[in-house]
Nanobody, 116 residues
Framework: QVQVVESGGGLVQPGGSLRLSCAASGNIFSIYRMGWYRQAPGKQRELVAYITSGGSTTYEGSLKGRFTISRDNAKNTVYLQMNSLKPEDTAVYYC??????????WGQGTQVTVSS
């Protein structure tokens, strides 16, 4: 089994930055990809970015340039650096881990609020 736990959310002013962390534990050797999704009130969950075990990254097109996904293999942690935040970035941000068992494991989410 795999567990993922997000941290780092909070309240930030427009134009500010936040870094989210996602720590994986359990059967981490089964994970081949980890990603960030977000869900704003009244909207569907959407992809933000993901990173493979080989380090390849994919971003939702409009977020590339402001958001950066990275990983620290020694810490089994994936990060999402978010810069130039806008009110429309307000959402619950979820981390997930895709495992070679065919399962996707989700965290509980962390709230990001961009407001003055």
């Amino acid at each position: 089994q795999v567990q993922v736990v997000e941290s780092g959310g909070g309240l930030v002013q427009p134009g500010g930055s936040l870094r989210l962390s996602c720590a994986a534990s359990g059967n981490i050797f089964s994970i081949y990809r980890m990603g960030w999704y977000r869900q704003a009130p009244g909207k569907q969950r959407e992809l933000v970015a993901y990173i493979t075990s080989g380090g390849s990254t994919t971003y939702e097109g409009s977020l590339k340039g402001r958001f950066t996904i990275s990983r620290d293999n020694a810490k089994n942690t994936v990060y999402l650096q978010m810069n130039s935040l806008k009110p429309e970035d307000t959402a619950v941000y979820y981390c997930n881990a895709d495992a070679n068992t065919g399962k996707t494991h989700w965290g509980q989410g962390t709230q990001v609020t961009v407001s003055s």
